[in-house]
């Protein structure tokens, strides 16, 4: 790799208080490094950040999906976003989902993420964004178990309907933020995929009886925390009687329950205006009904007790999945690594950076 791991001088003075800062590449490994351990320091500075969000300190426009007319299966996404607060970072991620990589041995999902300098604009950093993207979705799952289930029986079963890397992230993060299991219940429509899942939590040293569910109504009539972590484009649960126990539901994937399961539901979501697009199943229940009274209010209006849970009907988290989130547990393994001196600069990135010549 170019670069250096201290910082280089900032080049090319602009007006006064503005420089150009230097850019740094930042590997998934180094990203790993610094996330490993600290999951509940996560979970917090995602509730923070989606505080923030909520008192509009951020910008965070619509996602734009770049679809493949010879590839429907795949998709790119580019999640633009702006945090204010103490965090003051611009910036983007962009992850792409070729779900037939899978048969081929490698990961589903790539990303990177960059962040711009709040001040200049400019460009500071480009880092492998996956771990990060997956960082992001587990602590917020995390964080709104903690809160939907409060005043509620503790949860003795939790079942993974969909076994990759996104559900293997929420598991570490449950664990890590206090969450034992008695049951722990798994199905996936790939053998391979629920067997690899369960070699996970075996070596884990995972507490509870482990079960592969054949059938996915066995598998939520069976949770009471039930986590959908898909890579579905339409609805495949359709029967609301297999919710009759009332179970808090991670609807991560945000396109598995049909709207008549929603209808019967309290629902909590992460953005009002974010989930009710691109054909997800909130967006669906909109247009089924013509309103949006389907819809409870936000994890921010739980967590800041604007909005009560109910014990006597299922209860669906639906987050679409915030950029600034990205950039906030981004921005966190920037800090970390520059305090450590360990990030690595890309000398001369920028060219032509005087005005004039």
Known sequence: MTGTSSRPAAPAPAEAGRVVPPFAVVPGIQVEQVLKGREKQLVELVEATYLLHSAGQSVNPASYFLRFPDRPSSRIIALPASLGGSVQVDG???????????????????????????????????????????????????????????????????????????????????????????????????????????????????????????????LIRYSDVVVFATVAGTPHVHDPSWFSHNPVVLHVSLRDLAPEILLGSTNIVDDVEHCLKADTSPHLAEQLTGSRDFLHGTLTDVMTGQVGVPRDRPVVFSPFGLGVLDLAVGKFVYDELERSGELHFSKDFFHGLRRYG
């Open 92 to 218: 983007l991620k962009w992850i792409s989902s070729f779900p037939e990589n899978v048969a081929a041995g490698i990961p589903r999902a790539s990303a990177v993420l960059i962040l711009n300098d709040h001040t200049t604009g400019y460009p500071f950093a480009c880092l492998e964004a996956s771990l990060i993207s997956a960082t992001r979705t587990a602590a917020s799952a995390a964080l709104a178990t903690g809160w939907l289930c409060r005043g509620r029986p503790r949860p003795t079963r939790v079942g993974f309907f969909g076994a990759g890397l996104i559900a293997r992230y929420i598991h570490t993060f449950l664990t890590a933020t206090g969450w034992s299991f008695d049951e722990i219940g798994i199905h996936d429509l790939s053998t391979d995929s629920a067997a690899g899942f369960r070699c996970y939590l075996e070596q884990s040293d995972t507490p509870g009886r482990i079960t592969v569910h054949d059938s996915p109504e066995d």
